[in-house]
């Protein structure tokens, strides 16, 4: 495959029909050029991925994300000095695109965060070149990837979290209209039917799902589900209700060979 240079204005093709497919296009985004090549390397031997642009800098990754039409943004956690935020930000403004973030070394709050935020898969420059290709076909299909690491870091801090004392956060007070809602989400109902249950719009949910998140000191559906069972608030079951609320709104199933654990990959 022909090389090109760093600069994100340079297209590396279209991707075109073949095998029965489309090519799953990728956007590189990474500070460093010989890392680049290195993957325009590895992806040039596969028939179903093309790169279709490159950046070097967070402007440019903006503007690459927003001018290539891709399926997948490979991106360098150091390009932005708030790597989770950019990574809620790059998905709100752009929420076809699935995200890979490269970070220098394996980190486990990093790890959590950006998998809280949207990240799909989240690899350090030294993965394996055919987990790297395996990564990649797993995203394309919408499905996180992780690696042993993250697994058990991903594990641990919901065991973590499931067995966190009642104690450990402060009592609140929630408003009638912020409980119906509250208990619509561990029945594992989307911001859309709770919006037809309440009578109101589904924007109108993801405002009072944000407030309703500060009050009580967590970061997405599955850790309210998990607060309102270890605080019996509101009447939930047990045994469907994290799984539930997992997979409602925005969530999508976390695969691994060793399990099958529901985690949501946005907060709504």
């Given at each position: 495959?022909?090389?090109?240079?760093?600069?994100?204005?340079?297209?590396?093709?279209?991707?075109?029909?073949?095998?029965?497919?489309?090519?799953?296009?990728?956007?590189?985004?990474?500070?460093?050029?010989?890392?680049?090549?290195?993957?325009?390397?590895?992806?040039?031997?596969?028939?179903?991925?093309?790169?279709v642009g490159q950046a070097e800098t967070l402007t440019q990754t903006l503007s690459a994300a927003?001018?290539?039409?891709?399926?997948?943004?490979?991106?360098?956690?150091?390009?932005?000095?708030?790597?989770?935020?950019?990574?809620?930000?790059?998905?709100?403004?752009?929420?076809?695109?699935?995200?890979?973030?490269?970070?220098?070394?394996?980190?486990?709050?990093?790890?959590?965060?950006?998998?809280?935020?949207?990240?799909?898969?989240?690899?350090?420059?030294?993965?394996?070149?055919?987990?790297?290709?395996?990564?990649?076909?797993?995203?394309?299909?919408?499905?996180?990837?992780?690696?042993?690491?993250?697994?058990?870091?991903?594990?641990?801090?919901?065991?973590?979290?499931?067995?966190?004392?009642?104690?450990?956060?402060?009592?609140?007070?929630?408003?009638?209209?912020?409980?119906?809602?509250?208990?619509?989400?561990?029945?594992?109902?989307?911001?859309?039917?709770?919006?037809?249950?309440?009578?109101?719009?589904?924007?109108?949910?993801?405002?009072?799902?944000?407030?309703?998140?500060?009050?009580?000191?967590?970061?997405?559906?599955?850790?309210?589900?998990?607060?309102?069972?270890n605080n019996r608030m509101p009447e939930t079951k047990p045994s469907v209700a994290v799984a539930?609320?997992?997979?409602?709104?925005?969530?999508?199933?976390?695969?691994?060979?060793?399990?099958?654990?529901?985690?949501?990959?946005?907060?709504?």
């Amino acid at each position: 495959m022909a090389s090109a240079s760093v600069s994100m204005q340079d297209n590396i093709g279209e991707p075109q029909q073949g095998n029965g497919g489309q090519f799953i296009r990728v956007i590189l985004a990474d500070t460093q050029a010989i890392f680049r090549a290195g993957l325009r390397k590895i992806f040039a031997v596969e028939d179903d991925i093309r790169v279709v642009g490159q950046a070097e800098t967070l402007t440019q990754t903006l503007s690459a994300a927003n001018k290539f039409s891709a399926d997948i943004l490979v991106f360098e956690a150091a390009l932005s000095p708030d790597p989770a935020q950019m990574v809620s930000d790059l998905l709100r403004q752009n929420p076809g695109l699935r995200l890979v973030v490269v970070t220098a070394e394996a980190q486990e709050e990093l790890t959590l965060e950006l998998f809280r935020r949207g990240a799909h898969s989240v690899v350090s420059r030294e993965i394996d070149a055919e987990l790297f290709v395996d990564c990649l076909r797993k995203v394309a299909k919408g499905e996180p990837w992780l690696d042993a690491q993250s697994t058990q870091w991903v594990l641990e801090a919901y065991r973590t979290q499931g067995t966190r004392p009642v104690s450990a956060r402060p009592k609140v007070q929630l408003t009638p209209k912020e409980s119906l809602i509250v208990g619509c989400v561990t029945q594992g109902m989307k911001n859309k039917e709770i919006a037809v249950r309440v009578g109101t719009t589904e924007q109108v949910v993801k405002n009072y799902l944000r407030k309703v998140y500060d009050k009580l000191g967590v970061a997405d559906r599955l850790e309210l589900a998990l607060y309102c069972l270890n605080n019996r608030m509101p009447e939930t079951k047990p045994s469907v209700a994290v799984a539930a609320a997992a997979a409602s709104g925005n969530g999508k199933a976390l695969s691994h060979p060793a399990m099958n654990i529901p985690v949501p990959n946005k907060v709504s």
